[in-house]
C-alpha cells in the first residue's frame, strides 16, 4: 500500500543521507554535484557527518547550498549501500530512495521497501543501454574497481610491476593476467599496463578482445565462448567448466599477479583461480580477487580478507570502490543526478512516468510499490 | 683487539641471517645471486626461514647451492638491518659483518662490532662513485622506497591519480609535489607521472632540475640553492629554512598529493610540510613522507604511522623498502655482491685491500677493528 504518490507535488526536497553499513565510505552526493541541484533551487538535505567517511566535510554541502538536517523524511533519499530495517522504517511512505538495493541478491529489501510505500530505484538496475549510459552506477563503480584492483596487485607483490634498470642491473616487468573484461577488468588492464607490467586479458567473450588489446594487452586464447544477455557472460555448462578451469590452471601460473573480476549477476561467482593454480604461481605473486561478493573466482579466497598461501597473496576485497571514496562518491552522485533529471519535471517537482524504459527497469517496486 | 685476520685464508663461507628487526621483511641475499656465488665455488650457509617474511621459501635457496644452516659463524656474514647486541656476540672474531650499520645514527653498533674484533662494512658507507655504483645499497632501497611513495599516495588518495573519462563526465588527474630529487624522489615522480599524475619536483639543489624534468615533472622554482658535499643537499641557514618553509607551504596547498624525501645524512630531516600547509591542502589529500626515520619533513607526520589530519592523511612509513621485500632484497643482494667482489680473490677467500678507496670508506671499524 502506498500512501501520497510521488507524482505532481510541489518541488521536491531530496536527502542524502551518512551511510551505516561498515566499510561504506561513499557518499551519495558530493558538492560538487550538489551545486547543480542547488543551482535549479532544489533544497538538499544533508545528514551530519555524511561526507566525513570520504574526508568530504559537513561546510563544503553547506557551501554547496545544502542544509544539515535529518535527510530521511525527504521526498527522494539518496544513498550508496542497501538500507537497513531501522532506515526503511526511516523513509516516508510515498516517498523515492536511489540506491544499490540488491533486487536479485537480497530480494528482501525490495519487499519491504512496497511494504512502506517506498519506490525503490536500484542503481544497479540500470538498464545496459546508450540513454542510460551517465546513470551507470555500475561501470562508474566498476572502473574505480578495476583502478584499485591494480594499485593493490602492485602493493601486495613483492616485486616491481614495471622494469626497472639501476647500476646494479635489471629487474624485468611482471607480467599481470586479468580475468573478466569488464568495465572493471579494462581499468585494471589499462592500469597495470600505465605501470609498466606486460598485461594480458581473459573473458568468455571472444568479442571483447578487441577492447583488450586496445589497452594495451594481449588476449589469452582458451578457445571457450559463453556470450549471455545484456553484456554479461552467460553461465557455462559444467563441462565448459571443468574445460576452462584446466586451461586457465596451466596458463594462471606462468604470472606474477591475477586479477579476477568475473561476476554473473544474482549468481555464486565462477571459480577460475584453483588452489593448483595458486600453489603453482611462483613464491610472492599475487591474486586480487574483485568476485569476493559472490564467493569469489578464486578457491583459496576469503571474501574481505588478504592472506598468503603457499607463498602467494591472495586479497579479496569487498567494496573496493569505496577505498577511493571522493571520487567512487563524485561519479556515483553524476550517476544519480543523471536519474534524477529523469524523475523530476523541470521545476523541479517529483514527475516519474513509470512507463518510461529506464524507470520502469530501475525502479524494482513498481509504480504502485506492489508490482 | 682483533682475533684471525681476515686475510689470505682458505675460500670463505659466507652466511645469509633472517632478520631480527621488527617490520624488516627483506634478507641480504636471494637465490637468484647467491647461484653466482655457488657457480665460483663459493660455500652460503642460510639460515632457515631467512626468507620467510619476503616470501622466499628455504627451498629457492637450496636449489641455488645453499646449505640451510647456523651463518652467524661464517666468514662473512651479510645481513640488511643492524645487527643486536646478541646477534654480535655470535659473530666470530676476524670475520665480516657486511650491512645497514648506521654508523652516522647509531655510533655505538660500529663500536661493539669493534670489540668484538668484526670488520664492519656499512652499505649506507659506500662511497658514491662510479666505480661503487654497483653496490650502492641506498640508491637501490631509494627507488623502491620512491616507486612505494607514489604507490601509496595513490592508495590513500580519496580520488584518482589519472584523468578518468566516463559516461557521466571526466574527472581532472591529480597533482603530485615530490620534494628532493635524488633517487627515490625521481622514481616517485616518474610512477606517480605513469599512472596519470601531473607532477612537480622540488629539490634545494638547482643543479637537478634538469633530472626532474627528465621525468616528466616540472620543476618548482622557490629561489633558494644549497649544495652540500656527496651529492646531498647541505643543511640550510635558519633564515633560509624559514624563507623555504613560508614559500613552500604557499604551493603545497595547490597539490592533491605530497611526497618527500628530504634527509640529510646524520641530521633531523627538515620540515618542509608545515601543519599550515596541510591544513590549506584540499579535503581527502595526502603527504607520504619518506623522512620518517629523522623525524619527518612534515610537521604532522607520526614516523611509522598513517594519520588524517584536517581530513588529509599524512603517512610517515618506515622502511618503505621492505614493503616490497623480493626485489628489495635482489636489488640489496646484487649491491652486496659487487661488494663481495671487492672483498674476495679468484679463489673466493677473503682478500681485504684496507688502502682500497671503498674499502677504507666502507669499513667502518677500521683495518684492525680499532680505528
Avoid at 9 to 25: D, F
Avoid at 109 to 116: C, E, G, P, V
Amino acid at each position: 500500500m502506498v500512501g501520497e504518490r510521488p507524482v505532481g507535488r510541489a518541488r521536491a526536497v531530496i536527502g542524502v543521507v551518512r551511510e551505516s553499513a561498515q566499510g561504506e565510505r561513499r557518499v551519495a552526493m558530493v558538492p560538487k554535484v550538489l551545486e547543480r541541484l542547488s543551482a535549479k533551487g532544489i533544497e538538499v538535505v544533508v545528514q551530519p557527518d555524511a561526507g566525513a567517511a570520504a574526508l568530504i566535510p559537513d561546510a563544503q554541502f553547506e557551501r554547496a547550498g545544502a542544509k544539515l538536517a535529518d535527510p530521511w523524511a525527504a521526498d527522494i533519499v539518496v544513498k550508496v549501500a542497501p538500507p537497513t530495517e531501522a532506515e526503511i522504517a526511516r523513509l516516508r511512505s510515498g516517498s523515492v530512495l536511489i540506491g544499490f538495493l540488491e533486487p536479485q541478491v537480497r530480494p528482501e529489501i525490495t519487499s519491504a521497501l512496497r511494504a512502506a510505500g517506498v519506490h525503490g530505484f536500484a542503481m544497479e538496475a540500470i538498464p545496459r543501454i546508450s540513454r542510460a549510459q551517465a546513470m551507470d552506477a555500475l561501470s562508474s563503480q566498476g572502473s574505480i574497481a578495476g583502478y584499485r584492483a591494480a594499485l593493490l596487485a602492485a602493493e601486495h607483490l613483492t616485486r616491481f610491476l614495471p622494469m626497472l634498470t639501476t647500476a646494479a642491473g635489471t629487474v624485468p616487468p611482471a607480467s599481470v593476467l586479468v580475468l573478466g573484461a569488464g568495465v572493471a577488468g579494462l581499468q585494471a588492464l589499462a592500469t597495470a599496463r600505465r605501470l609498466g607490467a606486460r598485461t594480458t586479458g581473459y573473458d568468455v567473450r571472444p568479442e571483447v578482445a578487441d577492447q583488450v588489446r586496445s589497452v594495451g594487452a594481449q588476449w589469452l586464447e582458451l578457445d571457450i565462448a559463453a556470450v549471455g544477455s545484456g553484456g554479461y557472460a552467460r553461465e557455462l555448462t559444467e563441462a565448459e567448466r571443468v574445460d576452462q578451469q584446466h586451461r586457465l590452471t596451466d596458463a594462471v601460473m606462468g604470472f606474477d599477479a591475477v586479477i579476477s573480476t568475473a561476476q554473473v549477476p544474482g549468481q555464486p561467482a565462477p571459480v577460475l583461480v584453483t588452489a593448483e593454480a595458486v600453489a603453482g604461481m611462483r613464491a610472492g605473486s599475487v591474486v586480487v580477487d574483485l568476485a569476493g561478493a559472490g564467493g569469489g573466482n578464486c578457491a583459496l579466497s576469503e571474501p574481505g580478507e588478504t592472506v598468503v598461501r603457499d607463498n602467494v597473496t591472495v586479497s579479496a576485497p569487498l567494496n573496493l570502490a569505496s577505498s577511493m571514496p571522493e571520487h567512487a562518491s563524485e561519479l556515483y552522485a553524476r550517476n544519480v543526478l543523471a536519474l534524477l533529471d529523469e524523475l523530476l519535471d523541470e521545476q523541479g517537482a517529483l514527475a516519474v512516468d513509470f512507463t518510461d524504459e529506464v524507470v520502469a527497469a530501475t525502479c524494482v517496486t513498481g509504480q504502485d510499490g506492489q508490482s
